[in-house]
């Protein structure tokens, strides 16, 4: 697919991140503010890894962030942020959650933005994002901590609506978010729910 050289696109190599879509993070942060000073952040489907980089530098040396990707990711942290731990796995298998707790028991971030590989066909592509972003709701479930947060992309289609009113279930605030630099003729959204209420 030929890359579309548009100002993220160009800032993201000026600002020696992966991929344009950290700004995707950081304008939705700017505003809401659900990751914090030593935050404990989880990262699904973190390649190539820009918004890995990112949530280490916010998080700072006292957090920790760990990414997980079927594709290896691996770029050193900044200076000033914090630890970050490269996990290669699918995120449906149920090892996952073995694995995670001999990190930690728990996090207070979790974010999201995988996405599945697009067919061309809308349904089908819908309902491969669906269960992958149901899948990172489960996820939640069993990794946030009590008033913790969740960032997720996700795809508007016929669907959504319901994860939507499950997403409100688990968290005391859901929002829908669309930043700027997520282009127009996507329809891409992210789910953004604040304030875990716990399993």
Not at 21 to 45: C, M, P, Q, T, W
Not at 178 to 197: A, D, N, T
């Amino acid at each position: 697919m030929r890359k579309v050289k548009d100002f993220y696109y160009k800032k993201a190599k000026k600002d020696k991140y992966p991929a344009r879509s950290v700004y995707k993070l950081e304008e939705a942060l700017n505003k809401h503010k659900f990751i914090r000073r030593g935050d404990s952040v989880l990262d699904l489907g973190c390649y190539p890894g820009s918004w890995s980089l990112y949530a280490s530098e916010v998080v700072g040396p006292k957090g920790i962030v760990v990414g997980v990707d079927l594709q290896s990711a691996d770029s050193p942290p900044r200076p000033d942020g914090s630890e970050i731990i490269w996990m290669t796995q699918d995120i449906m298998q149920e090892e996952l959650l073995t694995r995670l707790r001999k990190i930690r028991p728990g996090f207070k971030v979790l974010l999201s933005d995988i996405a599945p590989r697009t067919t061309g066909n809308r349904w089908t592509d819908h309902q491969q994002s669906m269960r992958l972003v149901r899948r990172t709701l489960e996820l939640a479930e069993d990794l946030l901590h009590p008033k913790g947060n969740y960032y997720c992309k996700a795809f508007q289609g016929e669907d959504f609506p319901d994860f939507i009113e499950e997403a409100k279930r688990c968290f005391k605030r859901v929002k829908v978010v669309k930043p700027k630099s997520s282009r127009i003729e996507s329809r891409e959204v992210f789910v953004l729910g604040m304030e875990f209420k716990g399993k």
